[in-house]
């Protein structure tokens, strides 16, 4: 099982950026796929999540994130994307993204939960 997250970049505030993980190993009919993000010297924080499942999925967004962010999955890709909007300072961060078999992580603590990590992508905001 492979994640490989990218995307990242530099962006001034009110800006978006992309983050895309694609998932090798796995299908995303099985696994749910979550976002997890770390600021330096703080916790990481589990920011977003989709649900596995042959639909659109089942989607969970941490109150800071709300709003502004989106999350998505394409099976044929077996890809998930992380739309994120009007960026903020605070969205500063190393993105990783997670992966646990089942139906999904409908909480930041359980986005932290998941068993199978890639390695970040680094995203800043700052004008």
């Known amino acids: 099982l492979q994640l490989q997250a990218c995307g990242g970049g530099l962006v001034q505030p009110g800006g978006s950026l992309t983050l895309s993980c694609a998932a090798s190993?796995?299908?995303?009919?099985?696994?749910?796929i979550g976002w997890a993000r770390q600021a330096p010297g703080k916790l990481r924080e589990g920011v977003s999540s989709?649900?596995?499942?042959?639909?659109?999925?089942?989607?969970y967004y941490a109150d800071s994130v709300k709003g502004r962010f989106t999350i998505s999955k394409d099976r044929a890709k077996n890809t998930v994307y992380l739309q994120m909007d009007n960026l903020k300072v605070e969205d500063t961060g190393v993105y990783y993204c997670?992966?646990?078999?089942?139906?999904?992580?409908?909480?930041?603590?359980?986005?932290?939960?998941?068993?199978?990590w890639g390695k970040g992508t680094q995203v800043t905001v700052s004008s």
């Open positions: 997670a992966s646990d078999i089942g139906m999904g992580a409908p909480s930041s603590a359980a986005i932290l939960g998941m068993d199978y």
């Open positions: 190993g796995i299908s995303l009919d099985s696994y749910a």
């Open positions: 989709i649900s596995s499942g042959s639909g659109k999925g089942s989607t």
